[in-house]
C-alpha cells in the first residue's frame, strides 16, 4: 500500500512540474511578444514626436526635405510582425541558388522541368495554399511544393530536408502530408482514370502496332514498396524475401502510363490475393469495366485484355504465359516468347517510377498510412512527367531490391483458356 502511494505521488508530481513548466513557457512567451509590441509602440511615440519638432522648429524646408521626412516617419510607423515560435534559419539555398538552375539542375533536383513544376504548382494550389496570420508568414507555396518533391525524389530524411531549406522538421513532414492529400484529391483522379471507350480503342491499336498483339490494352503487375515495420500486425508485413513492405499493383498501357493503381496491402498477401481485394477484379469479373468489342482472334472471339504474370489466374480479360513444365512445344514457347516481350513495359514502367521517385526504392520510414499515400502521388507524377516529355536519366537507376519471386495463381482457372489457345494460333501463323 505505501509502494502505490509513493507511486501516486511521483506521478503527480512529474504531472505538477510539466504543467508548471508548460504555463511558465507559455507565460514567457507572451511576455516576449508583449514586450515587441511595446517597443514598437514607443519607437513610433518616439517618431511622431521627432517629427513633428522637426516641423516645428525648422522654417525653411524644401519638398525634398519633407517628403523624405515623411517617408522615413511612415517606416518607423510599420511594426514589425510579432513572432513568438519562429527560429532563423538558413535560407540561402532556395532563395539565391534555386533560381538560378539551368533545365538540367532543375531535372536533376526536382525530376522535372521548371515549366512542369509550375504547372504542378498551378494545380495544386487550391487544396495547398495558406494564408498569413497575425504571428507568423506563412511558408511560400512553391517552397512547400518544392520541399515535397525533394522528399519524393530522394527519400532523405527530414532533417537533412529541413537544414536545406531553412525549415523544421516538423514543417518538412507536414508538406509532404499535405502534398500528398492535394495530389491524392485533385492530381491522382485526373491522370490515373479507367479509360473510356475510345481511349481502350487507342490502347490496343497501339499495342498492335508496335507488337502486333491484338485486343491487348496493357500490362499488370505487382511491385513491393519497403516500409519501416509497423507496431501493429508486422508480421502481415513481412513479405518471402525477409523485409517489410507493401504492395502497389499496377495497370500500365503500351506506353507505360497508369490507368489502374491500387496500393497498401501488406507484403505478405500473394498477388493474386490482392488482385482479387481490387475494384479491378470487381468490376472486370462482372463485365462493367472493359466494353464489349471484341474480334476473332485464331477462330475465337475475343475482348479486350490485359496481361500477367503466372502468379495471377487466366481469366477472359486477363492473359498469362503457359506455365513451363518441361512439356511446352514450339508453339508454346513462341506465344510465351511474345506475350513477355509486351508484358515487360510493366516492368519497365515500375523501374522508371522508382528510379524517378526513390523514396519507393529505399526504406520509408514514414506512418503506413501517408507511406501509401506517397505511392499513389509518385503514380500520379509519373504519368505528369512522361505525359510532359520529361527527360528520364539512365543514371537514375539503381540495383533493385531483390523482390518475392512468382508464385504459382491461387484458385481454379475457370476462363481464358480458349481465348489463350486462339492467341497461340493467331501468333504462330
Known amino acids: ?35 515587441g509590441i511595446e517597443a514598437a509602440d514607443a519607437r513610433v ?11 516645428t522648429t525648422t522654417t525653411t524646408t524644401t519638398a525634398t526635405n519633407t517628403s523624405s521626412r515623411l517617408q522615413c516617419y511612415l517606416k518607423l510607423l510599420r511594426r514589425p510582425r510579432p513572432c513568438v515560435w519562429m527560429v532563423d534559419r538558413a535560407t540561402e539555398w ?7 538552375f539551368t533545365h538540367t539542375q532543375w531535372v536533376e533536383n526536382f525530376r522535372m522541368s521548371e515549366e512542369t513544376y ?10 495547398m495554399e495558406k494564408q498569413d496570420t497575425s504571428f507568423r508568414v506563412c511558408i511560400p507555396f512553391k517552397k512547400r511544393v518544392a520541399i515535397a518533391l525533394w522528399k519524393l525524389a530522394t527519400g532523405c530524411d527530414y532533417r537533412s530536408i529541413g537544414h536545406l531549406f531553412g525549415v523544421s522538421k516538423t514543417t518538412v513532414c507536414r508538406c509532404v502530408q499535405d502534398f500528398c492529400a492535394a495530389a491524392e484529391t485533385l492530381l491522382v483522379p485526373e491522370l490515373i482514370r479507367s479509360p473510356d471507350r475510345e481511349k481502350f480503342a487507342e490502347m490496343a491499336a497501339y499495342t498492335e502496332n508496335r507488337w502486333g498483339l491484338p485486343q491487348c490494352v496493357g500490362a499488370i503487375d505487382g511491385s513491393h514498396i519497403p516500409i519501416l515495420a509497423p507496431q501493429e500486425y508486422h508480421c502481415d508485413y513481412f513479405n518471402r524475401k525477409g523485409w517489410h513492405s507493401i504492395i502497389l499493383q499496377g495497370v500500365v498501357d503500351g506506353k507505360g502510363h497508369f490507368w489502374n493503381v491500387f496500393a497498401g496491402m501488406p507484403g505478405s498477401m500473394h ?31 475475343a475482348g479486350y485484355y490485359i496481361l500477367g ?30 506475350i513477355c516481350r509486351v508484358r515487360v513495359v510493366v516492368e519497365n514502367a515500375f523501374g522508371r ?17 501517408l507511406v501509401k499515400s506517397m505511392v499513389l502521388t509518385c503514380c ?50
Not at 94 to 100: D, E, H, L, R
Not at 353 to 366: A, E, H, P, T, V
Open 94 to 100: 532556395w532563395n539565391v541558388i534555386v533560381p538560378s
Open 45 to 55: 511615440l518616439a517618431a511622431r514626436r521627432d517629427y513633428w519638432r522637426t516641423l
Open 353 to 369: 517510377l522508382k528510379g524517378r521517385w526513390r523514396c519507393l526504392m529505399k526504406r520509408n520510414d514514414c506512418d503506413v498510412k
Open 271 to 301: 498477388d493474386a490475393r490482392v488482385l482479387r481485394l481490387s475494384t479491378l477484379w470487381e468490376l472486370a469479373s462482372r463485365g462493367n469495366y472493359f466494353p464489349a468489342c471484341t474480334r476473332n482472334i485464331g477462330g475465337v472471339n
Open 380 to 429: 500520379a507524377l509519373h504519368n505528369l512527367c512522361e505525359s510532359h516529355g520529361e527527360t528520364y536519366d539512365d543514371g537514375w537507376d539503381a540495383p533493385a531490391a531483390a523482390e518475392p519471386g512468382v508464385a504459382v495463381a491461387q484458385g481454379a482457372e475457370e476462363e481464358g483458356r480458349d481465348i489463350r489457345e486462339g492467341l497461340m494460333r493467331y501468333l504462330n501463323p
Open 1 to 35: 500500500m505505501e509502494d502505490v502511494e509513493k507511486i501516486v505521488g511521483l506521478l503527480l508530481a512529474v504531472w505538477f512540474f510539466i504543467t508548471t513548466n508548460s504555463q511558465e513557457m507559455t507565460r514567457k512567451r507572451r511576455l516576449v511578444a508583449r514586450r
Open 118 to 127: 509550375v504547372y504542378l504548382c498551378n494545380k495544386l494550389r487550391p487544396a
Open 309 to 338: 504474370d503466372n502468379a495471377y489466374p487466366l481469366q477472359n480479360w486477363l492473359i498469362k504465359p503457359f506455365a513451363d513444365t518441361g512439356r511446352l512445344t514450339e508453339e508454346h514457347v513462341t506465344y510465351n516468347k511474345k
